[in-house]
């Protein structure tokens, strides 16, 4: 339930056009959802653009809510920290494959695979678990951001 901005006072015309005030609360199922959106954007990087979702919904909700605030920045961080080791995996598979005359590819390919699944399928994990309710916390990134 929404809090009345009236405060007791007579309703004028428009009034039901006007946007909450910057920083007003939010519901429990909207904080829910921009949350799991957050961390389901992490899909986007089938495309890659991975930490442009969460950056988005943390510059937009982290003034409006606590929570949601903290899930976005965790995501893009989460995202972020991915993709440097995307990049650093990259380089380091492509030397790699050079050296070893192509037989490097045997090795390199499951792994960048691997690479690029594993985040898609934590975030996704992670929306999971705060669909439910739960403040979901990444292994490493989750200590960096919050109380």
């Known amino acids: 339930m929404q809090r009345d901005p009236n405060y007791g006072r007579q309703r004028e015309p428009g009034d039901e ?7 007003g609360d939010m519901s429990p199922e909207d904080e829910r959802t921009w949350s799991m959106l ?11 653009l991975m930490p442009i ?7 937009v909700y982290r003034d409006r809510s606590p929570r949601v605030g903290f899930h976005a920045l965790q995501a893009l961080l989460y995202q972020t920290v991915w993709l440097a080791i995307w990049v650093v995996g990259a380089i380091a598979g492509v ?5 070893t ?3 490097g590819l045997i090795l390199v390919l499951p792994l960048a695979v ?12 992670a929306a999971y678990r705060v669909s439910r309710g739960e403040d979901y916390r990444y292994p490493v990134v989750g200590r960096w951001v919050g109380p």
């Open 53 to 59: 979702g969460a950056l988005v919904v943390w510059l």
């Open 17 to 23: 056009l006007r946007l909450p005030p910057p920083g």
């Open 101 to 103: 005359l192509g037989l």
């Open 95 to 99: 030397l790699f494959v050079l050296f």
């Open 38 to 48: 957050a961390h389901l954007s992490a899909l986007a990087g089938l495309v890659g």
């Open 114 to 125: 691997a690479a690029w699944v594993l985040p898609m399928a934590h975030g996704c994990y």
